[in-house]
T-cell receptor, first 114, second 111 residues
Framework: DSGVTQTPKHLITATGQRVTLRCSPRSGDLSVYWYQQSLDQGLQFLIHYYNGEERAKGNILERFSAQQFPDLHSELNLSSLELGDSALYFC?????????????FGPGTRLTVL | TQLLKQSPQFLSIQEGENLTVYCNSSSVFSSLQWYRQEPGEGPVLLVTVVTGGEVKKLKRLTFQFGDARKDSSLHITAAQTGDTGLYLCAGINSGNTPLVFGKGTRLSVIA
């Protein structure tokens, strides 16, 4: 158990719909990263928040948005869903170590768009 | 765009065999990490290599970072069925920044 929690575990929805994925980082970790994992693209970085502020954006579509709340949990909102958005969505929180930063990944949310 | 290429993409071996998987990039990273991911779970960090030429051992797993900090390898000695999983390498540019992942090597160890 990494200490990072994600809900829901599975989500099945239809094209055109909107969903919200939730992530709670490990206690004390201020960073939350969101990644998307698909069979053909692998794990791709979407967005990074640190202590409530957006720090970096990756390959995140305009239909997707995220925020990090004062209690440090984060939500990833996916709208106007398309079949190609079906994927595993992971969040990770990070902590500084002697080797640099280590990211701890949650169990993921499997999104299926029908 | 920084890319990490992992090879082979798939590997199926008998229990007890040795294997090596590779992670190559045209870019220099400040450090590189190896993760293992099992079905239905998130990636779990195995090791971080920071210095060019560095070798780290984790029981039967040996990780090496290339001298130029562009490539890395993972060698498993006497593979066990419990080693089955997706092995991912990830490059780090500096500090608390997003990971750049390879697509992974899917290893299957057969009893």
């Amino acid at each position: 158990d990494s200490g990072v929690t994600q809900t829901p575990k599975h989500l099945i929805t239809a094209t055109g719909q909107r969903v919200t994925l939730r992530c709670s980082p490990r206690s004390g970790d201020l960073s939350v990263y969101w990644y998307q994992q698909s069979l053909d693209q692998g794990l791709q970085f979407l967005i990074h928040y640190y202590n409530g502020e957006e720090r970096a954006k990756g390959n995140i579509l305009e239909r997707f948005s995220a925020q990090q709340f004062p209690d440090l949990h984060s939500e990833l909102n996916l709208s106007s869903l398309e079949l190609g958005d079906s994927a595993l969505y992971f969040c990770a929180s990070s902590v500084a170590t002697t080797s640099g930063y280590e990211q701890f990944f949650g169990p993921g949310t499997r999104l299926t768009v029908l | 765009t920084q890319l990490l290429k992992q090879s082979p993409q798939f590997l199926s071996i008998q229990e007890g065999e040795n294997l090596t998987v590779y992670c190559n990039s045209s870019s220099v990273f400040s450090s590189l990490q190896w993760y293992r991911q099992e079905p239905g779970e998130g990636p779990v960090l195995l090791v971080t290599v920071v210095t060019g030429g560095e070798v780290k051992k984790l029981k039967r797993l040996t990780f090496q970072f290339g001298d130029a900090r562009k490539d890395s390898s993972l060698h498993i000695t006497a593979a066990q069925t419990g080693d089955t999983g997706l092995y991912l390498c990830a490059g780090i540019n500096s500090g608390n920044t997003p990971l750049v992942f390879g697509k992974g090597t899917r290893l299957s160890v057969i009893a």
